[in-house]
């Protein structure tokens, strides 16, 4: 059974940086696109972004873009969420989950819906 669980959180200071880590166990390779996902207090859960299966391509929020990567290490099963330039608003716990689908059209990545129970998260704070 897939299992994902999230590490890498801490309180940084705005403008600093901070790399999440999904470490997959289960399988003994992660045939799935990830999804990164943040739930603020008060907020509905948001995707920030995703990476297709082969990591050849990733998506972002237009929240984040330009400032978290997300890149994926096959020989570890893990997946990393590099988050840099942070800001308060990127203050949420941080979740990622196995995707249902995956599809390129034009060259932009189209992520399905997260499957499967979700994890403890790993909380990020940005404040000063």
């Known amino acids: 059974q897939l299992q994902l669980v999230e590490s890498g959180g801490g309180s940084v200071q705005p403008g600093g940086s901070l790399r999440l880590s999904c470490a997959a166990s289960g399988f003994t390779r992660l045939y799935y696109a990830i999804g990164w996902f943040r739930q603020a207090p008060g907020k509905e859960r948001e995707r920030v972004s995703c990476?297709?299966?082969?990591?050849?391509?990733?998506h972002y929020a237009d929240a984040v873009k330009g400032r978290f990567t997300t890149s994926r290490d096959s020989a570890k099963n893990t997946i990393y969420l590099h988050m840099s330039s942070l800001e308060p608003e990127d203050t949420a716990v941080y979740y990622c989950?196995?995707?249902?689908?995956?599809?390129?059209?034009?060259?932009?990545?189209?992520?399905?819906?997260?499957?499967?129970?979700w994890g403890q998260g790993t909380q990020v704070t940005v404040s000063s």
């Open positions: 989950a196995a995707l249902m689908s995956e599809s390129v059209v034009g060259g932009i990545l189209r992520c399905g819906m997260p499957f499967g129970s």
């Open positions: 990476i297709s299966s082969n990591g050849d391509n990733t």
